[in-house]
């Protein structure tokens, strides 16, 4: 199991609907989309870290080994705003405003990932593609959604196990041997999940599959005070964005 799905399954709010976290993690990453990225995208990102950290319960190290991925795109996507290529200055020149655009993409885009990480760190994928059906998303989507998940992992354990054999097979030990057991990994890695894709196959068959996998979902009911202090929390940061930016800029 990925690291984010162990904590998703541990989280504090687990157990919780996923409306009641949606409203929340994704209504602060359409603040920091909408609002102007000073203050209101410093402020989402705030916000969004205290309630990671907080209420939900995430580790702080864990946390950021999943949101150093996404910063990384974030930062590699304001680099280019910081120059500029041709003009008057020469080939290769700072850009007018540059770094302010920059700092602004910067703020925007790394609230909106802590937002949508609130979301992936107390939500589940099992308790929420389940649920998509009566969300209006065809069952067939769902269903291949649901079976492609469940044999990721799996996918993933075999190719942990192939290169714990390579390695106590010195496969890693020049880089020729390196790039052999790379190939003979992807090699091993896809005949694998074939042949876990036709035994599946074979098992739904046999179990009378009628073109919907039915799976049992945690009850949960949406919780009108927990939508009602997220929407008000959405409000203030909304309100107090509006009220500082003109002193702020």
């Known amino acids: 199991m990925l690291p984010i799905d162990e904590a998703a399954h541990r989280s504090r ?29 410093a402020l989402v990102l705030v916000t969004a870290l205290a309630v990671l950290l907080g209420p939900a319960g995430v580790p702080g190290r ?9 910063l990384g795109f974030c ?31 910067l703020l925007r885009t790394s609230a909106a990932s802590l937002g949508v990480l609130l979301f992936a760190f107390t939500t589940p994928m099992s308790d929420l ?11 067939p ?3 291949v959604a649901l079976v492609t998940y469940r044999m990721s992992f799996l996918l993933l354990d075999s190719v942990r196990r192939v290169r714990q054999a390579q390695a106590a097979r010195l496969g890693h030990t020049t880089r020729a041997a390196a790039w052999r057991s790379l190939a003979g990994l992807g090699a091993t890695a896809f ?59």
């Open 129 to 139: 593609l389940p649920r998509l059906v009566r969300a209006g998303v065809p069952a």
């Open 191 to 249: 005949v694998r999940s074939f042949d876990r894709a036709a035994r599946l196959q074979a098992g739904l068959a046999g179990r009378g599959y009628d073109g919907t996998l039915r799976v049992l979902v945690p009850e949960a009911r949406v919780s009108v005070p927990f939508t009602a202090a997220s929407l008000a929390l959405l409000a203030a940061l909304a309100a107090l964005t509006f009220v500082l930016e003109r002193p702020l800029t």
């Open 141 to 143: 989507v769902v269903d």
């Open 62 to 70: 864990r946390l950021w080994r999943a949101y150093r991925v996404p």
């Open 13 to 41: 709010w687990r157990h919780r609907h996923p409306v009641d976290k949606a409203v929340l993690g994704l209504g602060l990453t359409v603040l920091a989309v909408t609002l102007p990225p000073w203050p209101g995208a």
């Open 75 to 105: 930062l590699t996507g304001a680099v280019p705003l910081l120059f500029q290529v041709g003009g008057p200055d020469g080939f290769l020149a700072w850009a007018d405003g540059g770094p302010v655009r920059a700092g602004h993409l």
